[in-house]
């Protein structure tokens, strides 16, 4: 069992930076994979970017590319998402993710441990 709380969101202007946080609790975090997902309003919730047990497997949707960096602190049980060069259309709420398992999945149905969500607002 797995419990996540995001932490970071907050209202920027175009090509701002934020960096979100995700602390978990519970056992073996290190053996779970993370994932940073986003849902805006009225729009089906979107893989972000992922990544794997020990940071060897890392993943991005194209449209966050160059601009996003996920990282992970398996000794402090904490996961990050740096964006930078925000624009408008990234504008959502922004959950973590964790899963079970060595694969890093972009489908929300594959992880079970979900945060609450924190909401990020970028304005131009």
């Known amino acids: ?17 934020l960096r979100l946080s995700c602390a978990a609790s519970g056992r073996s975090f290190s053996t779970y994979t993370m994932g940073w997902f986003r849902q805006a309003p009225g729009k089906e919730r979107e893989y972000v970017a992922g990544i794997g047990w020990n940071n060897n497997s890392i993943y991005y949707r194209d449209s966050v590319k160059g601009r ?27 959950y973590c993710a964790a899963r079970a398992g060595a694969v890093v999945y972009n489908i929300p149905s594959e992880y079970a441990y979900w945060g609450q969500g924190t909401q990020v607002t970028v304005s131009s």
């Open 68 to 94: 996003f960096t996920i990282s992970r602190d398996n000794a402090k049980n904490m996961v990050y998402l740096q964006m930078n060069s925000l624009k408008p259309e990234d504008t959502a709420v922004y």
């Open 1 to 17: 069992q797995v419990q996540l709380v995001e932490s970071g969101g907050g209202s920027v202007q175009a090509g701002g930076s």
